[in-house]
């Protein structure tokens, strides 16, 4: 059974960064291409940012140059960097595989982006 476990999120001020962690149990990792997802109030969820088995990345307009993913597949763990933050990056964030995505999406992690 999947298990995605993320972790990391916060209360950060205009300008600040955090680091996400993804923590995947029941999957051979190091095959799944990997992204981070984001939800805000009321609007869907859109990817952030991916990584492919090779390292590969591909971000959203919206952070690139502000964000950073990464993966150790050694620890079955995929990372977010977020630098640079602003208060429209406030959502909750997830990871999953990237399409398709697999069923159970873990409780995501809190990103609070205010002064």
């Known amino acids: 059974q999947v298990q995605l476990v993320e972790s990391g999120g916060g209360l950060v001020q205009p300008g600040g960064s955090l680091r996400l962690s993804c923590a995947a149990s029941g999957i051979i990792f190091s095959v799944n291409a990997m992204a981070w997802y984001r939800q805000a109030p009321g609007k869907q969820r859109e990817l952030v940012a991916r990584?492919?088995?090779?390292?590969?990345?591909n971000y959203a307009d919206a952070v690139k140059g502000r964000f950073t993913i990464s993966r150790d597949n050694a620890k079955n763990t995929v990372y977010l960097q977020m630098n640079s933050l602003k208060p429209e990056d406030t959502a909750v964030y997830f990871c999953n595989r990237v399409s398709p995505v697999f069923p159970s999406w873990g409780q995501g992690t809190q990103v609070t982006v205010s002064s």
């Open positions: 990584i492919t088995t090779g390292g590969s990345t």
